[in-house]
Every structure is written in C-alpha cells, then in structure tokens.
C-alpha cells in the first residue's frame, strides 16, 4: 500500500510514522508513506497556500491551485484509488471503513487547515471524505495520522501477531473483553480464575461473555446492528 499525505505542515506528520509499528510496517515495506509539502506547489511571491474567504467572514481558506498541481502529480506517476479529505463533517470513520481502505493500493490524504479547503476541491478533486469524530481540529494532519495507523495495522505482516487485529474491538461487532498479565495477584488484587484455568473451551467462553456485557454497557448501539 502506498499513502501519500499533502499538508502545510510536514513536521506535524513525522513522529506518527516514526516510531513502533508503523515505522515497522515500513521498514518492512509493506506500506510507502510520502508526506507532501503543499508550499513547493504554490507558485505565488510568498508561496501562500490560502487567502481571503470570498463574502468575507473570518479565517483564511486553502487555495485550490497547489492542491490541483500536487493532485495532479501525484496521479500522474499512478492510479489512485481514493483521494480523500480530512474533514469534519465527513463520513465519521469507523473499523469498517478502516477495512475497507486496508484492501486497497494507493491513497491520497489531503490534510486542510485554517477554515478548510476552497469547496470547488471538495467538488472536484475529492473522491471521499472522512472525519475522525463530531469535534473540530486545527488541522487534517492528526486525523490523516489517525486513518493511516488504522489502515496500517490491519495490512498483512504488520502486528506481529496476525490474528490480533482480529481480537481488537469492532471487528466481530463487540468490544473487546478485559486482558491481564503477570502478576496474577497484586496489592491483593486478582487475575479472574478462569483465565489460570488452562482450560481453553471455558476461557473463550467467558471472554466472549465479557465481549457481550462490556458491549450491552458501553455501546449498546452496535448490538442493534
Ligand atoms: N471550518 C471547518 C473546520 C476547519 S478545521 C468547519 O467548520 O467544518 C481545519 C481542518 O482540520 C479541516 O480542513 C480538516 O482537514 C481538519 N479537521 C478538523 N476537524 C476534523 C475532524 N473531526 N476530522 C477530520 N479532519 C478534521
């Protein structure tokens, strides 16, 4: 898979993809992560990516012209298969989603800043929009960092143990149950028997029943599903 990220802050990008498993998927070179700068596409005197909102109002909005030259770039040396805007009111993400991008090649993040995007890209040099929750950020690049690892851990080869993405939450519709690990009693606090069991069938079994309760209390919304 390959991500390319435009923003007008590239040092907002580099410790996300440095650092643990994602600097991990690639060194592995399962996935090639290229962040763009938007100034190197503006052609103005001060190579200012944004300006005056027309009708007015307050705050500045990201001109269309270095975003169009840096799109068009990018989809002259491949297809993409989605070209997508970190934006507020955008399909809120969820693990679904985050599966359905992990299936795919090449992807384009645009990170918007100030009051966002001149709408004529959104028109016609978007393909999707994706927003990380109902709240407003200063900037796409956290919520491009959001996506991105997301995507990244659910690629083949990258945790290092393939079925744990499949354990974690949202992937069978529940939550995932409580884990533990040595010591199995500490400050006279103790490990649920069941899991010093050894017995694997019981052990299942109540984590699926843990999965279910913590689901019915914390979000009952995706048993009605
Ligand atoms: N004026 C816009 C907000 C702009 S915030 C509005 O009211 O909708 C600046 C940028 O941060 C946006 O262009 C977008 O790229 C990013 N951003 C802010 N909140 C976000 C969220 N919840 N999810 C994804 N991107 C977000």
């Known amino acids: 898979m390959r991500i390319d990220i435009i923003t007008v802050l590239p040092r907002l990008l580099e410790s996300p993809f440095n650092d643990s498993i994602l600097k991990r998927a690639q060194d592995k070179g399962l996935v090639t992560v290229k962040v763009h700068d938007l100034r190197e596409y503006a052609h103005n005197k001060h190579r200012s990516t944004d300006d005056y909102a027309f009708g007015g109002g307050a705050g500045m909005v990201m001109t269309i012209e270095p975003i169009h030259l840096c799109i068009q770039k990018l989809k002259e040396e491949r297809t993409y298969d989605e070209v997508i805007y970190m934006s507020p009111d955008g399909e809120m993400l969820t693990q679904s989603i985050s599966n359905q991008i992990s299936l795919q090649q090449n992807l384009i993040l645009l990170c918007g800043h100030y009051k966002g995007v001149d709408e ?35 690629l083949p080869g990258v945790l290092s143990d393939e079925t744990s993405a499949l354990t974690d939450s949202f992937q069978d519709g529940l939550v995932a149950p409580p884990v533990y690990t040595r010591p199995a009693e500490y400050n006279g606090w103790k490990v649920p028997d069941v899991l010093l069991s050894g017995h694997s069938g019981k052990i299942e079994e109540w984590k699926h029943d843990q999965a279910l309760e913590r689901t019915r209390k914390r979000r009952p919304g995706l048993l009605k599903l």
């Open 120 to 154: 004529r890209v959104r028109e016609h040099l978007i393909t999707r929009e994706i927003s990380i929750g109902d709240y407003v950020l200063s900037g796409g690049e956290l919520a491009a960092a959001v996506l991105a690892d997301s995507v990244i851990r659910l």
